[in-house]
């Protein structure tokens, strides 16, 4: 199975920041690549598919990039609704696997 | 609306059975892939299977041999048939048409403990 590894793990940021999470997969998955959001007790949203496309009602703020091995979620300006989990999932082929998340906190 | 709500969780002793129901609407299942993803108490998500439209049907490591998923299109629901089952397998379980289009359940929780 392809291993998506994440980082950091966490971070701590302060509101207006611009943030940065890292997502790398064992083997190249060309471009099949999303980006999710989960706020605590809720199932996670998709903010982000094919590494680049941004979901319709997703704030421009978000940005995804990278293809083959390397991926990267760009929050370009930090606003408070935004302090949750983000994970990536691979969709490349089964089976899909997640990375393991990172966890947006409020410096 | 397209919906996708789950069924079936509940506190069973390790070893036990259990199998849980996803009900879609506004969705056809059988032309349709749809997933089961769960998350343990304080972890990540994990991806654990998917049924294609075609049948065809994928498992993640961890739950290769014990869980089994199916569908009946006429009830527009899939199943989550989980056999064998341990502490490491108490998580919410979410049914879920990952990301084309993306449609999540609201999870249901499954407790495995004597």
């Known amino acids: 199975a392809i291993q998506m590894t994440q980082s950091p793990s966490s971070l701590s940021a302060s509101v207006g920041d611009r943030v940065t999470i890292s997502c790398r997969a064992s083997?190249?998955?060309?471009?099949?690549l999303g980006w999710y959001q989960q706020k605590p007790g809720k199932a996670p949203k998709l903010l982000i598919s094919?590494?680049?496309s941004l979901q319709s009602g997703v704030p421009s703020r978000f940005s995804g990039s990278g293809s083959g091995t390397d991926f990267t979620l760009t929050i370009s300006s930090l606003q408070p609704e935004d302090f949750a989990t983000y994970y990536c999932?691979?969709?490349?082929?089964?089976?899909?696997?997640f990375g393991q998340g990172t966890k947006v906190e409020i410096k | 609306e397209v919906q996708l709500v789950e069924s079936g969780g509940g506190l069973i002793q390790p070893g036990g059975s259990l199998r849980l129901s996803c009900v879609a609407s506004?969705?056809?299942?059988?032309?349709?892939?749809i997933n089961w993803v769960r998350q343990a108490p304080g972890k990540g998500l994990e991806w654990i299977s998917v049924?294609?439209?075609?049948?065809?049907?994928y498992y993640a490591d961890s739950v290769k041999g014990r869980f089994t998923i199916s569908r009946d299109n006429a009830k527009s629901t899939i199943y989550l048939q989980m056999n064998s089952l341990g502490a490491e397998d108490t998580a919410v379980y979410y049914c879920?048409?990952?990301?084309?289009?993306?449609?999540w359940g609201q999870g249901t929780t499954v407790t495995v403990s004597s």
């Open positions: 879920a048409s990952l990301i084309y289009p993306d449609i």
């Open positions: 506004g969705l056809t299942v059988s032309s349709h892939y």
């Open positions: 049924i294609y439209s075609g049948g065809t049907t």
């Open positions: 083997q190249g998955i060309r471009d099949d």
């Open positions: 094919g590494a680049s």
């Open positions: 999932l691979q969709d490349y082929n089964n089976p899909w696997t």
